[in-house]
């Protein structure tokens, strides 16, 4: 009888052994699902109206006192991020505008050289800071390559701005209403100094533009 009672015991404890080590496995593997449900997507877009503020600069070779001013424009803006981390990600900024071409000082009697349109694609690395709550602020630096097209002369008889490299930096911040709403506020300073060939009562000229632009954007973010 004593043993038969022992067999009962160790039976009842071995299955209360078994029941208590299943409900852990089940409870790491809901934790588990949990974290994994929770994990943010790692892609995000954001539409912003962008202003195009430019610096008023540049100078055709060969006529000292000449310069330039360009037009500023407002104009939408379509940005991809990826992110590898909470904290760092990079940023494809897409977006397109144009720019009247102005000659200022020893070429001021030209008055509207052209127009030319500007397609700059711009690749950004950013930092993004996630302790502040629903404040995300962010910084960034980066490369563009900007292609000029739909170039027309307006005093000038003819009008070729080069394509052409430049560099960014970038500073803004996310406020999210909530995982995956939020506004956005951009501010980006690109360095655009290209090179232009222009040709003005017969005469070939060369020069160079310094676009530098501020982009200055408000809009709305949306992390898938």
């Given at each position: 009888?004593?043993?038969?009672r022992?067999?009962?015991?160790?039976?009842?404890?071995?299955?209360?052994v078994?029941?208590?080590?299943?409900?852990?496995?089940?409870?790491?593997?809901?934790?588990?699902?949990?974290?994994?449900?929770?994990?943010?997507?790692?892609?995000?877009?954001?539409?912003?109206?962008?202003?195009?503020?430019?610096?008023d600069?540049?100078?055709?070779?060969?006529?000292?006192?000449?310069?330039?001013?360009?037009?500023?424009?407002?104009?939408?803006?379509?940005?991809?991020?990826?992110?590898?981390t909470?904290?760092?990600?990079?940023?494809?900024i897409?977006?397109?505008?144009?720019a009247?071409?102005?000659?200022?000082g020893?070429?001021?009697?030209?008055g509207?050289?052209?127009?030319?349109?500007?397609?700059?694609?711009?690749?950004?690395?950013?930092?993004?800071?996630?302790?502040?709550?629903?404040?995300?602020?962010?910084?960034?630096?980066?490369?563009?390559?900007?292609?000029?097209?739909?170039?027309?002369?307006?005093?000038?008889?003819?009008l070729?701005?080069?394509?052409?490299?430049?560099?960014?930096?970038?500073?803004?911040?996310?406020?999210?209403?909530?995982?995956?709403?939020?506004?956005?506020?951009?501010?980006?300073?690109?360095?655009?100094?290209?090179?232009?060939d222009?040709?003005?009562d017969?005469?070939?000229?060369?020069?160079?533009?310094?676009f530098?632009?501020?982009?200055?954007?408000?809009?709305?973010?949306?992390?898938?």
């Amino acid at each position: 009888m004593a043993r038969k009672r022992m067999g009962v015991a160790r039976g009842v404890t071995a299955a209360i052994v078994l029941i208590l080590m299943r409900q852990q496995a089940v409870a790491a593997e809901l934790a588990q699902a949990a974290s994994v449900t929770e994990s943010p997507n790692p892609w995000q877009v954001r539409l912003r109206a962008l202003g195009v503020i430019t610096e008023d600069s540049g100078y055709v070779n060969a006529v000292p006192g000449s310069g330039l001013s360009y037009s500023n424009t407002v104009t939408p803006e379509l940005d991809i991020s990826y992110y590898f981390t909470d904290n760092i990600a990079t940023e494809l900024i897409l977006g397109t505008t144009y720019a009247n071409i102005e000659g200022q000082g020893a070429i001021g009697a030209l008055g509207n050289v052209g127009k030319v349109w500007l397609l700059p694609p711009t690749l950004t690395l950013q930092y993004h800071f996630t302790d502040l709550g629903a404040l995300k602020p962010y910084v960034g630096a980066g490369v563009n390559y900007t292609i000029f097209y739909n170039q027309g002369a307006r005093s000038a008889d003819a009008l070729n701005v080069k394509n052409t490299f430049g560099t960014a930096l970038q500073v803004g911040f996310d406020y999210m209403v909530d995982q995956h709403w939020g506004f956005n506020f951009d501010v980006k300073k690109l360095f655009l100094k290209p090179d232009f060939d222009v040709t003005v009562d017969g005469a070939k000229l060369t020069g160079k533009a310094e676009f530098d632009p501020w982009l200055i954007g408000a809009g709305v973010t949306y992390r898938f």
